[in-house]
């Protein structure tokens, strides 16, 4: 197992001492035209029993849906971020939640039925190593889960962004987004698959937008960028009904080679 740090910079500067960004941008899923919300489209696709492993697992909000019992799991949650792994003991309090690196993952060989990575692998700076490790600790007969966004999901709440230079980190220093994750899974697993989430994201409140924009900063917004926001935002929707954002999320799925 590696010993050297995983998270990216972009990722310790956002995560490691508060949820609070996180809890900002998953916000933007109030408005999401399915009519089943992410959390609860994925979770229905991942297995009812068995033990599962879920890396870099933020918020919790993957398990702490009241739709859906984690009943017949054994849970592990884990993430590199003491605010996160705190926020998880509370949000899910049947789970095991351990802090660590998800490319030195602390269990044995073989050990899960599952692995889940949620919009996390774009936050490792060396994303082979982490599949590596979700490969090693899977058993022969499980199965990975992992989610990516495309490079155009966003796209319009990211122009809005231009004009106030906040623009997506993630489309910067992302190794692995859903338009090349084939290929990297494929040298660690193999049957793999994909399907993406239906629908798009339909919004009719400025707010929203200014506050997804905001977390995706280093310090909060001035009352002349959200100003700028807001107008935009309200003469799209007084054009449009509502502001439309273009939704690019894929769940892959795939067991391990050999």
Not at 19 to 27: D, I, Q
Not at 80 to 97: G, I
Not at 213 to 231: A, C, I, N, Q, Y
């Amino acid at each position: 197992m590696a010993s050297s740090p995983s998270p990216s910079a972009h990722a310790v500067s956002q995560y490691t001492a508060t949820s609070t960004n996180l809890s900002k941008r998953l916000a933007i899923h109030a408005w999401n035209t399915h009519s089943e919300g992410w959390f609860s489209w994925t979770r229905a696709r991942l297995p009812n029993s068995g033990h599962i492993l879920e890396v870099g697992a933020g918020t919790g909000d993957l398990w702490s849906q009241p739709d859906h019992s984690n009943h017949g799991l054994d849970l592990v949650l884990t993430d590199f971020s003491p605010a996160m792994c705190e926020q998880l003991r509370a949000a899910v309090p049947l789970a095991e939640v351990r802090q660590c690196d998800a490319c030195s993952l602390p269990f044995e060989d073989g050990f899960f039925d599952a692995v889940v990575a949620n919009h996390m692998l774009y936050h490792v700076d060396d994303p082979e190593m982490a599949l590596a490790e979700f490969a090693r600790v899977l058993k022969p007969t499980g199965k990975v889960f992992i989610a990516l966004n495309g490079m155009d999901h966003l796209d319009e709440l990211f122009q809005i962004g231009e004009i106030i230079n906040r623009t997506s980190t993630i489309r910067k220093v992302a190794k692995v987004t859903a338009e090349n994750a084939v290929a990297y899974l494929e040298k660690h697993f193999r049957a793999v698959k994909s399907e993406r989430f239906p629908g798009i994201f339909e919004v009719s409140d400025g707010q929203a937008v200014v506050q997804y924009l905001e977390s995706v900063g280093d310090s909060p917004m001035t009352e002349e960028e959200t100003g700028k926001v807001r107008r935009v935002v309200e003469e799209r929707m007084k054009r449009d009904g509502r502001l439309r954002i273009t939704k690019n999320m894929v769940l892959f799925s795939g067991v391990p080679l050999g």
